[in-house]
């Protein structure tokens, strides 16, 4: 044993505090009776903050249930601490120009494609098993979607009302482009990309946006008078919305800082929040998709995973 070659009074308290703990678990076993661990013992513990460390009120008693909180708190936690489900090729495109690697910050992230909306590939119920998994994990869930698809929200509410999410959500109103950009912003961006691809990207600035509040009319208009005549929709497009967002992090509208950017800080935050904290004191609300206090749990107190936008506020 390596506390075998401790020597000096180090070894010896070692050596005593060894002892005591084998004198109280042998009580204990004797009498069935349990008595305080020695850090309870002296109230160095508020109620219920051994638990959020270990995993439990008493972590030796279950091994193997302690062992993933303990290697958290000492910094050897290496799976991912978020995962996150976003609609489609642009949104996991712009997330991941701006992560560059996820995984390095406990990030997973997911491409739905599309098909919570087209039904495809039977999506709704393997979100479902995803999320479940994730709880299963321990793990933050973040989805982020098009509220302009009813199917989309009906999916999500239904998952919310099962309590399968523990993390939080983005509910893109009306949809990811027009969330983060204004249309004269879209068209600046589309230019550039055409301009990339040797193409006249004057024809896409001077053109008369009005009415489009939406990305797929949007593409449809910009069909119309780009010489690229190719779709936006995808790795491009994602790619080059995250870098404006990224040069310009806030609306020109209202001054507010653009939803992708406080999407990617909460994902970011959560290697560093506590999973059981936020399980059992905030739930998701189904109609406004902003995390509210559990009405069973204790009143919440500030925790960095709180929501998108109240973590965001909190660190910008």
Request: hydrophobic share 35%; charged share 30%.
């Amino acid at each position: 044993m390596q506390r075998e070659a401790l020597k000096g009074r180090i070894a010896g308290a070692m050596w005593i505090r060894h002892m005591a703990e084998v004198i109280r678990r042998g009580f204990e076993e004797l009498h069935a009776e349990r008595w305080l661990e020695e850090d309870q013992a002296f109230g160095q513990w508020h109620s219920g903050g051994r638990k959020r460390v270990f995993g439990s009120e008493r972590p030796l008693d279950d091994g193997l249930q302690s062992k993933p909180y303990i290697a958290y708190r000492f910094g050897l936690f290496t799976g991912s601490a978020v995962h996150w489900y976003v609609e489609g090729d642009t949104e996991y495109h712009a997330a991941f120009h701006i992560l560059r690697e996820p995984p390095k910050m406990g990030i997973e992230l997911t491409n739905l494609r599309g098909n919570i909306a087209s039904q495809k590939k039977n999506a709704a119920r393997n979100l479902e098993d995803s999320l479940k998994e994730d709880k299963a994990l321990r793990r933050f869930s973040m989805i982020s979607f098009d509220c302009d698809v009813p199917e989309n929200v009906r999916t999500i509410q239904c998952q919310i009302r099962d309590d399968n999410i523990v993390g939080a959500i983005a509910g893109h109103k009306p949809d990811f482009e027009f969330a983060n950009f204004t249309v004269q912003e879209l068209a600046e961006v589309a230019a550039r990309i055409d301009e990339a691809d040797n193409f006249d990207g004057n024809a896409v600035r001077k053109t008369d946006f009005s009415g489009i509040n939406s990305g797929r009319k949007f593409e449809r208009k910009y069909l119309e008078v780009s010489a690229r005549k190719r779709p936006l929709k995808g790795k491009k497009w994602g790619k080059a919305l995250a870098q404006y967002a990224i040069e310009h992090a806030r609306r020109p509208d209202d001054g507010t800082e653009r939803p992708l950017l406080q999407e990617i800080r909460a994902a970011m935050l959560g290697w560093n929040s506590n999973y059981d904290f936020h399980k059992e004191n905030f739930q998701i609300d189904s109609t406004s998709f902003l995390l509210i206090p559990r009405a069973s749990g204790p009143l919440p107190v500030a925790t960095p995973s709180a929501t998108i936008r109240q973590a965001s506020r909190r660190t910008g």
